[in-house]
């Protein structure tokens, strides 16, 4: 079995890159998009493991994103990663059936174990 | 019934004038007989039984001889029709003018005594004083139980009436110096009196009273007695007297030449036709019957009244009474004048004595012509009120006219120049009956242009159907307020016009009176203020919203990968000293508060929750928000939102929920506060309440306050209602309701947060 795919949608480029770098060494990184839309697109057509996207984003947000994967049937799972500290978000973002939640502060502690919870089917918030 | 008895002896003769014999007397006395013996028949058929009772006159004079005496018997006649008893009347005569001689009177008393031997009379009336001592006379053989009534006597009772004569009447009252008096006040430059008589019996005795009563003048006056002359050289003295001269008339049976005449009516008069000066007499008949304006009058007797007085004394002898008990009374003498002598010798009739009768007194124009002159001056009044009344009437028109003519021109320019269009058709067809100028402005059809066709016609409603509408609705409701119509003026250029209609009646057709004002301008100028205040909200937001996204995208962002760099920092230094380790941590705090900070200002200028979770969860979030930093209790509640109504919907409602929260906290007082977000079938509703203090919604929205016109502003935006009740202490509702669908479909997206 190979590494797992991991799609990354964030439009802060810097971030972008950041995640990255943080995630080459253990996944395969299918796709980095900036926007929601792209994300969808992407997300269908390289049907990744999971998809680490952030929330606030142009044209379509992770929240967004998230509920078009969950209808479109895609198997991706979704953590997402995003400066969001706020208890509605967690919430609306579990209720798009994500796996993760993970606080951009926290991206180095917290991301490849959410994405490792995810790959297993569990779930993880970022404290 | 009076029955008039006259016998045989001494009845006066039956024609006029100077009177020489004694003729015709059998014929005369038959006719009476036979009208006596008439009358007595018809009281007898009458069936009217009365009691006789036999009445004598006993005259000095005839009643031909003397109008006096005549007076004297008619107004005996009058006195005794007021007795109960048949009344047979019998009238003697001593006639003394025309038989004055002894012989006859011995034959008439002889005669006399004969005739009523047989039918003694119950009273004896006699009149004069020859008829009184005749009786007398008689008294004490032939009468001696007989009443004797008297009156016409000249002066005093004679002494032959002994009081054992059962006599009582009336005493003449002689009072030619009284005549006198009021000669000499009426004509004070008097200085001759010329006292004029006859020669006859008769004449003597009224001579000689005259004489008598004027003794205490004769010092300070000139008196000439011209009482013995023939009746020629009489005028001819009596028409050449000196001024300041009167006559005073005493009788005048006969003259110097034996000439008889019946004094008032044939001496008299020949006196005054000749005489100079004014005359007075001694009774009323001289008066009476001069019949000229040269007898003036005085203080006159009145016989007919004595007569009529004594007359009256008879009935009640008749009826039972004494003579002897009814006191004797004197004559009322009264002033009498003739107005025609006072005019020509000058006497002003307001010298005469108070209660002075005026006989024949001409009446002044206006006693002659007062009817006439009264009725002529109620005719002038009436015309003059008529002619008043017209012209009053005229005048009213006239000012009516005027005021109906000003208020039409006032109407007409009113009318025609009104700064609104003015137009007024007719209900039945619509035609256009009549148009003003502003009107002719608005749509550009010229008055004879539109004249007889219709708002159809001319294609004035851009909207035909409201054009039809609104005549129907005019129709049925009377009037129309408030209503805006866009109209297609004669060049097709559209403007808007704003009015009102009125269903009024013209000559009795109803037509639509319609106002209107072209409000074309001012709807740009509101559209464009509304276009700018939409620009200003826009604008705000969109600026908000670049700046939440510079704090969010950019600023957190890297905030974020400078804590990483922090944390990679404690990672990858090996051997870290304790104190550099701990201001890392340090760092990484504070660098983590301050992206919590701009975060928060991100979420104040632009709540991304609103974008990313939508409406209700940005709602729910704010109002916890607010409800922590206020320490307040703010219950929200939401029912069947959907996440994605369209952005500016949404933000409409967040913005409204932000300024009414955040009003009714600041100023109700209140700390209970509760949001309701709920979808009904086809607008989502909002609603703020508080119980708080309240306000007055109309004050504050005249005050133009910044934050309820804000929300009305961005209400409106998005083609919703906002309703503010509040009232002071009753609280505030803030109740916003916006189509649940996008108005704006298709529009930008006001805010648009990646």
Redesign the interface.
């Given at each position: 079995m190979g590494r797992a795919r991991v799609l990354l949608a964030e439009?802060?480029r810097?971030?972008r890159e950041?995640v990255e770098k943080l995630l080459g060494p253990l996944y395969e990184i299918v796709d980095s998009v900036a926007?929601g839309q792209e994300a969808i697109h992407s997300v269908l057509n390289l049907t990744p493991d999971v998809l680490v996207t952030d929330?606030?984003?142009?044209?379509l947000?992770?929240?967004?994103l998230a509920s078009h994967v969950r209808d479109a049937g895609c198997p991706a799972r979704v953590v997402f990663l995003t400066?969001?500290?706020?208890d509605?978000?967690v919430e609306?973002a579990f209720e798009t059936g994500a796996f993760g939640y993970v606080l951009?502060?926290r991206?180095?502690?917290d991301l490849i174990p959410a994405i490792q919870a995810a790959l297993q089917g569990e779930k993880f918030l970022s404290h | 019934m009076l029955v008039l008895l006259t016998q045989l002896t001494g009845s006066p003769p039956a024609t006029a004038g100077p009177v020489r014999g004694c003729g015709n007397r059998n014929a005369r006395t038959i006719a009476l007989l036979l009208l006596t013996s008439c009358l007595l028949l018809q009281v007898m058929a009458a069936g009217q039984v009365k009691e006789i009772k036999r009445v004598l006159i006993l005259n000095d004079l005839g009643i031909t001889s003397s109008p006096g005496f005549a007076e004297v018997d008619q107004a005996v006649l009058a006195g005794l029709e007021k007795s109960p008893y048949h009344i047979e009347l019998y009238e003697e005569s001593l006639e003394l003018t025309l038989f004055p001689d002894e012989v006859s009177q011995r034959r008439f008393r002889q005669e006399f005594v004969q005739k009523y031997s047989e039918r003694k009379p119950d009273v004896v009336i006699a009149a004069g004083s020859d008829s009184l001592k005749f009786i007398a006379d008689l008294h004490e053989n032939f009468m001696r139980d007989t009443p004797v009534i008297f009156c016409a006597i000249l002066g005093e009772i004679p002494g032959e009436v002994g009081p054992e004569m059962h006599a009582t009447g009336v005493l003449g009252k002689i009072q030619p110096e009284e005549t006198l008096k009021v000669a000499l006040m009426l004509l004070p430059r008097t200085k001759h009196v010329v006292v004029t008589g006859g020669t006859g019996k008769f004449d003597y005795r009224w001579e000689a009273l005259a004489k008598e009563s004027f003794r205490n003048y004769e010092s300070k006056l000139d008196f000439t007695y011209l009482t013995d002359l023939t009746m020629p050289k009489l005028q001819e003295r009596l028409s050449s007297l000196p001024s300041d001269t009167i006559i005073y008339h005493t009788a005048m049976t006969r003259d110097a030449a034996g000439e008889r005449f019946i004094d008032s009516t044939q001496a008299l008069p020949l006196i005054a036709s000749a005489a100079n000066a004014p005359i007075f007499v001694i009774d009323d008949v001289d008066l009476r019957k001069a019949h000229g304006e040269k007898v003036v009058g005085g203080d006159l007797v009145n016989w007919a009244d004595d007569a009529y007085v004594a007359a009256g004394m008879a009935v009640r002898v008749l009826n039972g009474e004494r003579p002897q008990d009814i006191p004797i009374v004197r004559s009322n003498n009264e002033y009498m004048f003739e107005w025609r002598a006072l005019e020509r010798w000058g006497i002003r009739e307001a010298n005469l004595p108070p209660g002075s009768i005026v006989l024949n007194r001409q009446p002044g124009f206006w006693e002659q012509y007062k009817q006439y002159v009264l009725l002529g001056i109620f005719i002038l009044l009436v015309q003059a009120m008529a002619i008043l009344g017209l012209l009053w009437q005229r005048a009213r028109r006239r000012k009516i006219e005027g005021d109906l003519r000003r208020s039409e021109e006032k109407f007409s320019k009113s009318f025609r120049h009104s700064p609104l269009a003015i137009s007024i058709s007719s209900m039945k067809d619509g035609r256009f009956v009549e148009v003003n100028e502003t009107f002719e402005e608005l749509t550009g059809w010229r008055r004879d242009e539109v004249a007889g066709r219709t708002r159809f016609d001319i294609n004035l409603w851009v909207d035909p159907d409201w054009g039809t509408d609104f005549l129907k609705d005019v129709l049925v409701l009377g009037s129309m307020r408030d209503l805006e119509s866009k109209i297609r003026r004669k060049d097709g250029q559209i403007r808007t016009a704003f009015g009102s209609a009125e269903l009024i009646e013209v000559e009795g057709e109803k037509c639509c009176l319609s106002v209107w004002t072209d409000i074309t301008e001012r709807k740009q100028a509101e559209e464009a203020l509304a276009n700018v205040s939409h620009k200003l909200i826009e604008a705000q937001e969109k600026e908000r919203t670049r700046i939440a996204r510079e704090l969010h995208d950019d600023i957190n962002q890297r905030i974020a990968l400078a804590t990483l760099e922090i944390e990679q920092l404690k990672l990858n230094t090996p051997g870290l000293q304790n104190e550099f380790r701990t201001r890392l941590n340090a760092l990484g705090v504070r660098l983590q508060e301050t992206g919590m900070e701009v975060q928060a200002i991100s979420h104040r200028l632009h709540s991304s929750k609103l974008e990313i979770l939508g409406v209700v969860a940005a709602c729910k979030s704010f109002c916890r928000e607010i409800a922590e930093q206020h320490k307040i209790e703010v219950q929200f509640s939401s029912d069947g939102v959907p996440r994605n109504l369209p952005p500016d919907v949404s933000l409409t409602l967040f913005r409204v929920l932000q300024e009414s929260l955040q009003n009714a906290i600041k100023h109700s007082g209140a700390e209970h506060f509760g949001v309701q977000l709920r979808r009904t079938a086809d607008e989502v509703e909002l609603t703020v309440r508080d119980d708080g203090a309240g306000f007055d919604v109309d004050a504050v929205m005249s005050n133009q306050g910044l934050g309820l016109i804000s929300m009305r502003e961005r209400v409106s935006l998005v083609n919703g209602t906002i309703l503010i009740t509040s009232k002071p202490m009753g609280g505030t509702e803030v109740n916003v309701r916006v189509p649940a669908v996008a108005v704006n479909e298709g529009s930008k997206v006001i805010s648009g947060v990646a």
């Open positions: 439009d802060n810097e971030m950041r926007n929330i606030s984003m142009p044209v947000n992770g929240i967004q400066i969001h500290d706020d509605d978000y609306s951009k502060p991206l180095d502690y | -």
